[in-house]
């Protein structure tokens, strides 16, 4: 059984920056697939970014060039790096791990972006 704990939300103002974190615990195979999701209210869960354990990545239009997602297998752990944040980005963000057709959520981080 795998877990995944997000960390790293906060308030943050109009072109800031923040890294979010999941540090997952339990058993992890090959291949998988790491990835951020959000949902603001109102708004279904969307995807932010996604990882490979081969490496490869993939990106919402809405983040491309200032998102960075990234793992540290060593730590088992993997990041979200987000600059230049904007109002519309406010939402709970989900840490989400695929593996061996299991489907795991982490309980989510609230980043806020407001002045």
């Known amino acids: 059984q795998v877990q995944l704990v997000e960390s790293g939300g906060g308030l943050v103002q109009p072109g800031g920056s923040l890294r979010l974190s999941c540090a997952v615990s339990g058993s992890i195979y090959s291949p998988n697939i790491m990835g951020w999701y959000r949902q603001a209210p109102g708004k279904q869960r969307e995807l932010v970014a996604i990882?490979?354990?081969?490496?490869?990545?993939n990106y919402a239009d809405s983040v491309k060039g200032r998102f960075t997602i990234s793992r540290d297998n060593a730590k088992n752990t993997v990041y979200l790096g987000m600059n230049s944040l904007r109002p519309q980005d406010t939402a709970v963000y989900y840490c989400?791990?695929?593996?061996?057709?299991?489907?795991?959520w982490g309980q989510g981080t609230q980043v806020t972006v407001s002045s």
């Open positions: 989400n791990m695929e593996q061996r057709l299991y489907s795991t």
């Open positions: 990882m490979t354990s081969g490496g490869s990545t």
